[in-house]
């Protein structure tokens, strides 16, 4: 994770942020076998993050749908005033409408940021939820690509530097895929700041230290919530993942209190394994693991 300073001085008015305002909607497809999977996205990605496992998914027979979290596809000057909560709510939102409207099991997944939204959903509505998936969880930036300056975050989270700093990403964007990653800096290096155009496909190069600082009190928060998951968990994460280490994965699995539980590791793939190489084997593990829940529960499950 490459990533270098942008100061804009013009836009440090704060706007209130509105979660209800984002320009397009996220993901819905119909499924056959009952069963319903919301899929999170990550911080600053888009829905378009999770099209492949949700269309291998639905194919499977789930519904599948993946809400826009709060203000994603806005200018960024009202993303970088977004709450982690307000995050959660797009999510909780999402869950809570579609237990009103279907009987059969509800799984959750999540990248990176979304992973730990799914596990805040499933510590709220554990007696609701039958499974999640957590793919490239990110507690803490540890990847081999992250700079070594990641110490010293802390400081830019205080008052006025969080409103101005901006990080630019730069390959490898967590992507191993060559081809992918061309397209992803065709988009990237010719973006500016104030330039949304794309931000609903691509995500946005640039990223708010405001909202770095929200994933640092969710982490906290949640760390908190993690020995009263008793649900099914499944994690999977590169090994090579470049922004964060299997350790993420690893402090997860060894305090939630699922007795179901498992890790998977990927040998061929980056961050963002939902689009990379193995994102197949990604979308297969999902099935197979969702697929032997229902097949056989938890006893607190039953």
Known sequence: MS???????????????????????????KGTNGAVVILIHGLTGTPHEMRFIAK?????GYSVLCPRLA???????????????????????????????????IFAGGLSMGALLALLLTAEFKDSIAGICCLSPTLF???WNVPWYRCFLPLFYLPPLKHILYFKEEP??????????????????????????GADKNGYPYFPVSLLHQLQLLVKYLKTM?????????????????????????????????R?????????????????????TVAQKMDEFFTRVTNNPAPDMK
């Open 56 to 60: 291998f998914l639905n194919k499977k």
């Open 141 to 143: 930036y540890d990847g």
């Open 172 to 197: 490898p964007y967590g992507i191993k895929n060559e081809a992918l990653r061309r397209r992803v800096h065709k988009y990237y290096s010719n973006a500016c700041l104030i330039d949304e155009e």
């Open 3 to 29: 990533l270098k300073f942008f100061i804009n001085l013009k836009r440090t008015t704060k706007t209130e942020p509105d979660r209800f305002t984002a320009k397009k909607d996220g993901l819905s497809l």
């Open 260 to 280: 179901i539980k498992e890790m998977v590791l990927l040998h061929d793939s980056y961050h963002m394994i939902t689009a990379d190489q193995e994102r197949a």
């Open 71 to 105: 203000n994603h596809g806005e200018p960024i000057h009202i993303l970088k005033n977004t709450r982690w909560q307000d995050c959660y709510q797009s999510v909780k939102d999402v869950f809570i409408a579609t237990r009103r409207t279907h009987s059969g099991p």
């Open 226 to 258: 993690l020995p009263s998951i008793t649900i099914p968990v499944q994690l999977i994460q590169a090994q090579e993942d470049d922004m964060t280490s299997i350790n993420n994965s690893s402090f997860i699995y060894h305090r939630i209190a699922s």
